[in-house]
């Protein structure tokens, strides 16, 4: 059995009350604790993150297309611009829904690591335990602030892709596209900076990853 069921499915199987209670206790039936599952949800938000990049650069790739072209049938390429577009939209979704899922059970774990670091009778350990917390704690902060700092360049590309689909469903002409060349070069700048910083974020995500360890399967 795969250790790993995505947040808001596992709340749907089990109920919206005490879901988050619930899910974890499921998966610790199972050996999984809440380590483990963030690993797992930092691994798919990561993956996310990947398909959701490659998205972006079809999408952009198809804009270009569309402005250089001259002549012969305009319908074809736009509705090939508009499919790609609504995949980046489905794509940024899905991405924005792993970091939703990162940062709960994120939050749970550091909750429940503090909460029992009252529970050691060694002192020596206690404060071993709590700077791992802290190291952990930061590495995390700095692993969200990637995810979000990404996230919030996404939507004004993505509200930039659709304006000028918008426009082009109801202009599809040479001289609606050519009039849309002018702007064509800052959404070109604006989506290599959102790559950029998906690229950071995928790296912080490695970075946590290799500090957190592998769950054991």
Excluded at 88 to 105: C, N, Y
């Amino acid at each position: 059995m795969h250790r790993h069921i995505t947040l808001g499915f596992a709340c749907l199987c089990l109920g919206l009350t005490g879901c988050n209670k619930a899910y974890y206790s499921m998966w610790e039936k199972f050996g999984y604790e809440k380590r483990h599952l963030l690993v797992s949800e930092v691994e798919d938000a990561k993956t996310s993150q990947e398909k959701a990049k490659e998205q972006f650069k079809t999408t952009l790739q198809r804009f270009t297309e569309l402005t250089k072209f001259e002549g012969g049938e305009l319908q074809a390429k736009y509705e090939k611009l508009n499919a790609e577009y609504q995949r980046s939209k489905s794509r940024a979704e899905a991405v924005s829904a792993h970091i939703k899922d990162v940062d709960t059970v994120a939050q749970d774990m550091f909750k429940e690591w503090k909460q029992e670091l009252q529970q050691y009778e060694n002192a020596e350990l206690r404060s071993k335990s709590e700077q791992q917390l802290n190291q952990s704690r930061q590495r995390y902060d700095e692993l969200i602030s990637a995810m979000r700092r990404a996230e919030t360049k996404r939507q004004p590309v993505l509200k930039a892709f659709g304006d000028q689909v918008l426009f082009l469903k109801h202009n599809l002409n040479a001289q609606a596209i050519a009039s849309l060349r002018g702007e064509f070069t800052e959404i070109g700048d604006d989506v290599a900076a959102l790559i950029r910083d998906m690229e950071r974020s995928i790296a912080e995500a490695d970075a946590f990853l290799q500090t957190v360890g592998a769950p054991a399967d």
